[in-house]
């Protein structure tokens, strides 16, 4: 994969984890999920998380070894 097609990943991988955060949003009254309704952090929220640290990393990572090559 060249670096444009691994930052478009990257990018897309997060944006999806975003929607899945924002998606199994914990309820503040019962702490469950009010969207699959398990008590926080769903299994689902915790993989969003992971995801979206790991692609963040790599987009910074791109960012910072390309600021003068792009
Ligand atoms: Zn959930």
Do not use: F, I, K, W
């Amino acid at each position: 994969m060249n670096s444009s097609g691994l930052r478009r990943y990257a990018a897309e991988q997060a944006a999806d984890a975003r929607r899945t955060l924002a998606e199994h949003r914990t309820e503040a009254y019962t702490g469950v999920c009010r969207s699959c309704g398990r008590p926080e952090p769903c299994d689902e929220q915790r993989a969003a998380r992971t995801r979206l640290a790991h692609h963040d990393a790599t987009l910074h990572a791109l960012r910072a070894g390309r600021a003068t090559s792009a």
